[in-house]
């Protein structure tokens, strides 16, 4: 019988031998493999931290000794052990999230996604325990080596050195790799490590050596090398990194010696102070396929061969694939245009540009206040920088946005990736708070192209402006047909359809365009004309939609962003300004954390569909439904603009 079957909980690891957890070890790999290829999710990054995860939780007790991964995407191990075995649906609503969930179990502790934010999350922890008497408990961070690049890490680390009475172990997950390799100053010095000639040489030769006498001369290698951590780690001078810190520092171990990890970790909890174990892994390790990805060694992947490691699905060009081919086109034309990114060259589809002008991309990371306080000053030694980064992560650089950037009026373009629903990832993913939060920056200029053509368009637009941010967002996945307008107005406004009468006004933001075209065509076997409109650039409100919505009964505004505060808010704002009182309905997503499903399943749920949208209108226009549509023949006036009232 398989032993992963029989592990229910992490206290089913205690009574396995050393050979049995290797043999969990294999299992593990192979349950992996064959699951994630049929649903899709983080692949590599799990492979690669199969023994560190078993040790883990050998050594320590969760949930009582909180376990916290930065990021929860290598959580996949954890969720094995601690009796989440069914993958079936892993990414799919009603199954498991592929981050940590405290709703699927109490061993889970940290949800979001977003790194460099573990070792913050541990000093708090640790704190509360310390501070409650719980002082026989301890608190373990998982952090990857990608994510030491980011700030957080280190004010972290700071305050947890301030403070040595406490029970806090720092596992750092050095595979040389977060997305794609970890770049930096920071990551030059741990590749020392991981690749020191003396480390490996003097690792390999005790381990052949010992390995000559059997059980009992592995068991004294063991013995040996725990003796030696310290020596190997002063002979790399690996602990000069840590010295000003005064935190011990165990390491580095090798990441799948289960046995060294589980010694070097009992060392780390006996210790009563913080400590720092450096474990070096390898990202895939197991599955030749993933080792051979020179990309990001199957980092994430949707449906695959398991065998073979190939997608199953042919992929249709999406819509980072056509920005990557846009920026190539404009860098072509613009030497000043320069690229950005914080440690996702290739998700957000700038390797291709990077190959053409190595010289004028910059990765700076996972370092996104860094990315944008930096592109401020690239802007003021008069180059372009283009900051791509996901939707999401936009939050982690507002103040630089608004501060660094738009205050000193510096021409940076930036360009959100993955914006809106993105589905399975679930809440710390979807990168629905954009419109909202970045709308409030003075000067701001927002388009959200609604396909490919506007798309480049938009970009070619955006490197133009050289004195205040401009942001490009576009959702996850593949790029439908382009939308083609029937008239383009002096604003820049695109007029998409227009119906036999002016009773609803559609202002449709980037790809919901193509829905509210097919609300318009719900809406005339309806008899209720409608005029759709895509403002290109959703921010500033442009005056020709200020004159459309003062001769319309009904405007309905479609954006695929929190409704509290979105661009729908910002219209009907600027339509009382400008003396207009035509009823907005603003439509969009709930101000709620959304859990993982899929992009038409939480539209469905949000009433973000045409059948209903429609329905929706047609009792509006009836007057049975609020807000009501103004009686046909009204002219949407209310007395003069407030810039000319006294």
């Given amino acids: 019988?398989?032993?992963?079957?029989?592990?229910?909980?992490?206290?089913?690891?205690?009574?396995?031998?050393?050979?049995?957890?290797?043999?969990?070890?294999?299992?593990?790999?192979?349950?992996?493999?064959?699951?994630?290829?049929?649903?899709?999710?983080?692949?590599?990054?799990?492979?690669?931290?199969?023994?560190?995860?078993?040790?883990?939780?050998?050594?320590?007790?969760?949930?009582?000794?909180?376990?916290?991964?930065?990021?929860?995407?290598?959580?996949?191990?954890?969720?094995?052990?601690?009796?989440?075995?069914?993958?079936?649906?892993?990414?799919?609503?009603?199954?498991?999230?592929?981050?940590?969930?405290?709703?699927e179990s109490p061993h889970d502790v940290v949800e979001s996604s977003h790194a460099s934010s573990s070792l913050s999350w541990a000093d708090g922890v640790s704190r509360a325990l310390a501070a409650t008497g719980r002082d026989d408990r301890h608190v373990v961070a998982v952090v990857g080596d990608g994510a030491l690049t980011g700030g957080m890490t280190w004010e972290a680390l700071n305050n947890i050195t301030d403070d040595n009475d406490r029970n806090l172990v720092i596992v750092?997950?050095?595979?040389?790799?977060?997305?794609?390799?970890?770049?930096?100053?920071?990551?030059?010095?741990?590749?020392?490590?991981?690749?020191?000639?003396?480390?490996?040489?003097l690792h390999h030769r005790s381990d052949r050596f010992f390995r000559l006498f059997g059980p009992m001369g592995r068991a004294l290698f063991r013995g040996v090398r725990g003796g030696t951590h310290g020596f190997l780690s002063r002979f790399t001078n690996n602990e000069a990194l840590y010295s000003n810190l005064d935190i011990k520092y165990l390491g580095p171990v090798d990441g799948h010696d289960i046995g060294a990890l589980i010694e070097t970790l009992e060392l780390a909890k006996s210790y009563g102070a913080p400590v720092l174990v450096h474990a070096i892994t390898e990202k895939g390790r197991g599955y030749q396929p993933a080792r051979e990805d020179e990309a990001d060694q199957f980092h994430a992947v949707n449906r695959i061969d398991p065998a073979t490691g190939e997608p199953l699905a042919s992929s249709a060009r999406g819509w980072t694939d056509v920005f990557s081919e846009a920026l190539v086109d404009v860098g072509q034309r613009d030497e000043s245009v320069i690229a950005m990114t914080a440690a996702m060259l290739r998700p957000t589809g700038l390797a291709p540009f990077a190959e053409r002008f190595p010289d004028r991309v910059?990765?700076?990371?996972?370092?996104?206040?860094?990315?944008?306080?930096?592109?401020?000053?690239?802007?003021?030694?008069?180059?372009?920088?283009?900051?791509?980064?996901?939707?999401?992560?936009?939050?982690?650089?507002?103040?630089?946005?608004?501060?660094?950037?738009?205050?000193?009026?510096?021409?940076?373009t930036f360009v959100l990736d993955r914006a809106g629903v993105t589905g399975p990832d679930g809440p710390s993913h979807h990168g629905m708070w954009d419109l909202a939060m970045l709308q409030i920056v003075p000067h701001i200029r927002i388009a959200a192209p609604r396909d490919a053509s506007r798309l480049a368009e938009a970009?070619?637009?955006?490197?133009?402006?050289?004195?205040?941010?401009?942001?490009?967002?576009?959702?996850?996945?593949?790029?439908?047909?382009?939308?083609?307008?029937?008239?383009?107005?002096?604003?820049?406004?695109?007029?998409?359809?227009?119906?036999?009468?002016?009773?609803?006004?559609?202002?449709?933001?980037?790809?919901?365009?193509?829905?509210?075209?097919?609300?318009?065509?719900?809406?005339?076997?309806?008899?209720?004309?409608?005029?759709?409109?895509?403002?290109?650039?959703?921010?500033?409100?442009?005056p020709s939609i200020v004159s459309l919505a003062r001769q319309h009964r009904l405007v309905i505004t479609l954006e695929d962003g929190i409704r509290v505060g979105g661009i729908g808010t910002r219209v009907r704002q600027v339509l009382r300004e400008s003396g207009v009182?035509?009823?907005?309905?603003?439509?969009?997503?709930?101000?709620?954390?959304?859990?993982?499903?899929?992009r038409d399943q939480i539209l469905t749920d949000a009433g973000l569909t045409a059948s209903k949208i429609a329905q929706d209108i047609v009792a509006q226009v009836l007057g049975t439904r609020i807000p009501v549509a103004r009686h046909a023949g009204e002219t949407g006036t209310i007395g003069l603009p407030l810039h000319q009232r006294h």
Avoid at 390 to 402: C, H, I, K, S
């Fill in 172 to 201: 750092v997950n050095d595979n040389g790799r977060s997305y794609a390799p970890t770049i930096g100053g920071m990551s030059r010095y741990l590749n020392k490590v991981r690749t020191a000639a003396a480390y490996k040489d």
């Fill in 581 to 598: 009182d035509t009823a907005v309905d603003e439509l969009g997503l709930p101000d709620e954390f959304i859990d993982h499903a899929s």
């Fill in 1 to 103: 019988m398989p032993i992963l079957h029989g592990i229910m909980r992490p206290e089913d690891l205690n009574p396995l031998s050393a050979s049995q957890l290797e043999e969990l070890a294999g299992e593990i790999r192979t349950f992996l493999i064959e699951n994630v290829s049929k649903t899709g999710g983080h692949l590599g990054p799990n492979l690669g931290v199969v023994e560190l995860t078993i040790a883990l939780h050998r050594v320590f007790e969760s949930p009582d000794d909180p376990i916290i991964f930065d990021t929860g995407h290598q959580s996949y191990v954890h969720k094995l052990l601690t009796g989440r075995q069914d993958f079936s649906a892993l990414r799919v609503r009603g199954g498991l999230a592929g981050y940590p969930q405290r709703s």
């Fill in 459 to 542: 970009l070619d637009e955006a490197v133009d402006v050289d004195d205040a941010p401009t942001v490009i967002r576009f959702p996850k996945g593949a790029v439908a047909e382009d939308v083609p307008a029937i008239e383009r107005l002096t604003d820049g406004v695109d007029v998409l359809s227009r119906g036999e009468s002016e009773d609803v006004l559609i202002v449709a933001i980037g790809p919901f365009a193509a829905l509210a075209m097919d609300v318009s065509k719900r809406l005339r076997a309806q008899g209720i004309g409608a005029t759709v409109i895509d403002p290109r650039w959703a921010i500033p409100v442009q």
């Fill in 362 to 412: 910059y990765d700076v990371g996972i370092a996104e206040q860094h990315a944008v306080a930096a592109a401020a000053g690239l802007a003021f030694g008069g180059l372009h920088p283009v900051v791509a980064m996901y939707a999401t992560f936009m939050g982690r650089a507002f103040d630089q946005v608004l501060m660094d950037v738009a205050l000193h009026k510096a021409g940076v």
